[in-house]
């Protein structure tokens, strides 16, 4: 597998693994990337937010996103038979799926 493969399969697992820490287990990561995310809810008076992406496409990113990554992922990963990856996904994953009840 190269390297642009292991990277793509990675970024979702990140994403999983950030849910589990910030849902699951309730601890709050301080990770602000500068120029990322914008305040789209913001009152004239304060400055003008700069970024790529309004922060209230979180709940889109985490209810349609996420699924997608999920089955996406998984199912390549089978496919491909890579059965480490699939292992990881599942349990990240579908770990994440099976404790919100979805």
């Known amino acids: 597998m190269n390297l ?13 693994l950030y849910l589990w820490v910030t849902m699951i287990f ?29 922060d209230d496409l979180f709940p889109l990113m985490f209810f349609l996103v996420s699924p997608i990554m999920f089955f996406i992922g998984s199912i390549y990963t089978a496919y491909k ?3 480490v990856w699939f292992g990881a996904y ?6 994440l799926w099976v404790w919100l009840g979805i």
């Not at 642009?4 to 999983?16: H, R």
């Open 4 to 16: 642009k493969a292991k990277f793509f399969l990675f970024l979702p697992l990140l994403w999983f």
């Open 26 to 54: 309730n601890i709050h990561l301080d990770i602000h990337i500068d120029g990322l995310f914008y305040n789209a809810d913001q009152r004239p008076e304060e400055p003008v937010s700069e970024g790529l992406i309004p």
């Open 81 to 83: 038979k890579y059965w």
């Open 90 to 95: 599942m349990i990240l994953g579908g770990g």
